[in-house]
């Protein structure tokens, strides 16, 4: 069994009650679906189309969450100092424009501090972005693992304050940021892999944030080239804290 919602292209449909049962949530459609209750239910989520606004501890469930359908999807997690214990699936190739759209819109965007403890698997091509939205300087916390090995590129939008403590996989990635903002990327996990060191198009290219090293060989054989875009704000920088890298 599986509930099924059919949100059009600038409508928005918020679901305060709660859903509980063994089936799954399907959201279709290009508007925005609102779930505003700790809900029970056991399946998962399907992601179409359109956007997803999460205001409530629980509100997916206890399944995995997964794009099914190539387009440009976004959830925006909205509850302030949530937990989720879902996984993530990003079965689906993106629709998105050129990079500066990540500022605005992305695929995981966080309006408030928010703690994700379950893995992200990204699967197909095109782009993808992760992160604050602009001007919004909450703290994501990411506990479980990225993997995102296929995908055109990655980029991370570090306008607030996010903390890796499971590994990244990601061979084509980008970091996004302000410097007038307190954003930074803080890396603590040693099993990360950041795409091949001697390929140009592999590189992790820096677009003003800083990186904060919390650990030992988070950022090792890391091809890195930092990008100086924004003439009026400063250059970005690495914050060794104390640990060996090899770069």
């Given amino acids: 069994a599986q509930l099924e919602l059919d949100v059009a292209a600038g409508a928005t449909v918020t679901v305060s009650r709660v859903i509980s049962g063994a089936g799954k949530l399907v959201k279709k459609g290009g508007g925005t679906l609102i779930l505003a209750a700790r809900n029970l239910f056991e399946g998962g989520v399907e992601f179409a189309d359109g956007d997803i606004r999460v205001s409530s501890e629980g509100a997916f469930g206890s399944g995995r969450v997964t794009f099914t359908e190539e387009g440009a999807q976004t959830i925006w997690f909205e509850a302030p100092g949530v937990t989720f214990n879902n996984d993530f699936l990003v079965d689906a190739k993106s629709k998105y424009g050129t990079p500066n759209n990540y500022a605005i819109n992305s695929t995981f965007l966080f309006l408030s501090d928010t703690v994700l403890n379950g893995d992200i698997t990204f699967t197909k091509g095109g782009e993808r972005g992760i992160g604050p939205r602009i001007n ?109 890298q090899i770069l």
């Fill in 136 to 244: 919004n300087e909450s703290t994501v916390v990411f506990n479980g693992n990225i993997d995102a090995p296929n995908i055109g590129r990655l980029y991370f939008i570090a306008y607030g304050r996010m903390v890796f403590n499971g590994w990244i996989k990601a061979k084509y990635t980008s970091f996004y940021g302000n410097s007038s903002s307190s954003g930074y990327l803080v890396f603590n996990n040693p099993e990360n892999e950041f795409g091949p060191q001697s390929d140009n198009n592999s590189a992790l290219k820096m677009y003003c944030p800083r990186i904060i090293c919390g650990a030992p060989n988070v950022i090792s054989n890391l091809y890195l080239q930092a990008c100086y875009q924004y003439k009026n704000e400063s250059k970005n920088y690495i914050d060794l804290n104390g640990y060996d």
